[in-house]
C-alpha cells in the first residue's frame, strides 16, 4: 500500500526516514501473519464491514510514534483514512482519541497489535524520559540517551527521547568515540587512548569514560571534548565538573543514577545525565483501540 500523505507528513515532523519505516512496518506485518491470514478476523468479520478505530490512552503520559502506527495502518488496511488527534510529542490525555482509522473492519483489526506494539513502545520511551527532563528542570542539566537501544530500533526510539525532551547521544560507533574502561586497558592508559582517537580521527568528537577525580585531571590535559564521570559520587561529580569547566570540556555523569538521585547528581554542575533506561526498560504506554461498526450495511 502507498504511504499517505498524512502518514508521511507525520514522519517528516518526527525526522524520521519514510523508507526505513516502511522496511520495519513491512518486517512487523509480516512477523505478525508468518506468511498467513488474519485467521480469527477474517472468520468472524464480514470482508464488507466498515467501522473505525480509535486510538486511545488508557494511561497519560507522552506521545511517541503515531507517524509510525498510521505506516502500519497505512500498509495493512485497504483504502484506510487516517485522522490524526494529536503528534509526537504531545501529553497523551487518558480517554481523549489520539488517532482514529476508518476502514474495513477485518484489516483494521489485523494492524491493530502491530500498530499499537510500537505506538505504546516508543510513548513509553518518551514518558520515561519526560519524567527524567522534569526531575532535572531547572539545573541546566540534559538527559541523554545511550546505544543501549533495541535492534532495528534505535532511529525510532532515539526519536521518542527527543519527543520527551531529552537529547541524543551518538546514533553510532562512527560518529563520535567514546573511550571506555576497557580501551583503557587495551591502549594502555586513558591519555594514551584518547591520544590514539585523535591522531586516527582527528575531526571526530572524543569522549573519555573516568572512574576517578585523578584520571579527569588527566584528559582534560590531554584535551578531551567530553568525559563521562563514571559511577562517582556526588563529591568527586562536583570536584571534576570544576575540572572540566577550565579548559571548556563538557560533562557526562554515567552509571548508577535513578530518578531518585537525578536531581542531586544535575545539581553538581555536569552538563548530561546518560540514562541506558530511557531505551532499555522504559514501560510501555497503556494505548488500546476501541472500534466502533456500522452494521447496517451488513
Avoid: Y
Amino acid at each position: 500500500m502507498p504511504m499517505s500523505t498524512t502518514t508521511e507528513s507525520a514522519l517528516a515532523r518526527a525526522g524520521l526516514d519514510p523508507a526505513a519505516v516502511l522496511d520495519l512496518v513491512g518486517r512487523a506485518v509480516a512477523e505478525d501473519l508468518d506468511g498467513g491470514e488474519d485467521v480469527t478476523s477474517v472468520a468472524t468479520v464480514p470482508a464488507d464491514l466498515p467501522g473505525v478505530a480509535a486510538f486511545v490512552p488508557r494511561a497519560a503520559g507522552t506521545l511517541a510514534g503515531l507517524g509510525v502506527a498510521m505506516a502500519v495502518l497505512d500498509a495493512v488496511v485497504p483504502d484506510v483514512r487516517l485522522t490524526p488527534h494529536a503528534q509526537d510529542g504531545d501529553a497523551a490525555v487518558v480517554g481523549r482519541p489520539v488517532l482514529e482509522a476508518a476502514g474495513p473492519v477485518r484489516w483494521l483489526l489485523t494492524a491493530e497489535r502491530t500498530a499499537l506494539n510500537l505506538l505504546c513502545h516508543l510513548s513509553g520511551v518518551a514518558t520515561l524520559t519526560r519524567a527524567w527532563v522534569d526531575a532535572v528542570d531547572g539545573t541546566g542539566a540534559r538527559i541523554r540517551d545511550t546505544r543501549k537501544t533495541t535492534p532495528g530500533l534505535r532511529a525510532l526510539e532515539k526519536h521518542a527521547v527527543r519527543c520527551g525532551g531529552g537529547v541524543n547521544h551518538r546514533m553510532s560507533l562512527s560518529d563520535a568515540a567514546l573511550v571506555k574502561d576497557n580501551h583503557v586497558v587495551a591502549a594502555g592508559g586513558v591519555a594514551a587512548a584518547f591520544a590514539a582517537v585523535r591522531e586516527r580521527f582527528p575531526g571526530l568528537p572524543v569522549e573519555v569514560e573516568c572512574d576517578t577525580v585523578a584520571q579527569v585531571r588527566e584528559v582534560v590535559a590531554a584535551g578531551a571534548d567530553l568525559v563521562l564521570l563514571d559511577n562517582m559520587s556526588l563529591d568527586d561529580l562536583r570536584a571534576s565538573v570544576q575540572l572540566c569547566r577550565t579548559s571548556g570540556a563538557l560533562t557526562e555523569a554515567s552509571g548508577g543514577l535513578s530518578l531518585a538521585v537525578a536531581r542531586a547528581v544535575a545539581e553538581t554542575g555536569v552538563d548530561f545525565l546518560a540514562v541506558g533506561a530511557l531505551t532499555h526498560s522504559a514501560p510501555v504506554l497503556d494505548v488500546g483501540v476501541d472500534l466502533t461498526t456500522d452494521l447496517r450495511t451488513t
